[in-house]
């Protein structure tokens, strides 16, 4: 059985990202080699704008709002990286979606294999000098009086799913609900 055959019999002939049934090609997750566990089939919409760095029809990507929850992992990576775009091009919706999006280790390892990650001169460090990445999961080591949300992020709570920053002394992740900064000093790596 050919590739296509295989992702049209899997994506039921629909794009596996917004479910458009016209115009479908197959397109291969980087970094891997041609295998219907590691390529999606497309619409061009879709594939020309994963292509194109600098084109992006931030409506059209909200149907990221329902492939995200694909079992398939190879659709899951591509929903994370155009989560990941969305976020870089300023879109907070992506960012809401991206935190409620759950990747295994090795699914996330891929994913973030082939993102456009920030550039990072500086690792990410813990409390106890590990390198932190995005989407690992944390704990607080002390107790932070969050500003501006009138609460306080006690000690041992956990924040899943961290965010890097351009600063190397700060990460981004969720608490209580709300997305907060956080010095890296005050976190250990779970």
Not at 9 to 38: I, M, W, Y
Not at 56 to 77: E, G, Y
Request: proline content about 3%; overall charge negative; glycine content about 6%.
């Amino acid at each position: 059985m050919s590739i296509e055959t295989a992702l049209k019999q899997r994506s039921e002939s629909k794009c596996e990202l917004c479910a458009c049934g016209d115009n479908l090609s197959v397109f291969e997750v980087p970094p891997t080699e041609a295998h219907s566990d590691k390529c999606v089939l497309l619409c061009d919409t879709c594939k020309s704008e994963i292509e194109q760095s600098d084109a992006l029809n931030v409506n059209h990507w909200r149907c990221l709002n329902d492939s995200m929850w694909s079992q398939v992992p190879v659709v899951q990576v591509m929903a994370y990286r155009m989560l990941k775009r969305l976020i870089a091009a300023g879109e907070t919706w992506a960012q809401d979606l991206l935190d409620m999006l759950y990747l295994d280790d090795d699914t996330l390892a891929w994913a973030n294999k082939g993102s456009a990650e920030v550039d990072l001169d500086e690792p990410h460090l813990d409390s106890n000098g590990a390198v932190l990445v995005a989407g690992d999961n944390v704990v607080l080591i002390k107790d932070l009086v969050v500003k501006g949300a009138n609460f306080t992020a006690k000690r041992g709570t956990p924040v899943r799913g961290i965010s890097l920053t351009s600063n190397p002394e700060h990460i981004e992740g969720r608490v209580n609900g709300t997305r907060i900064v956080i010095i890296t000093k005050y976190v250990k790596k779970m």
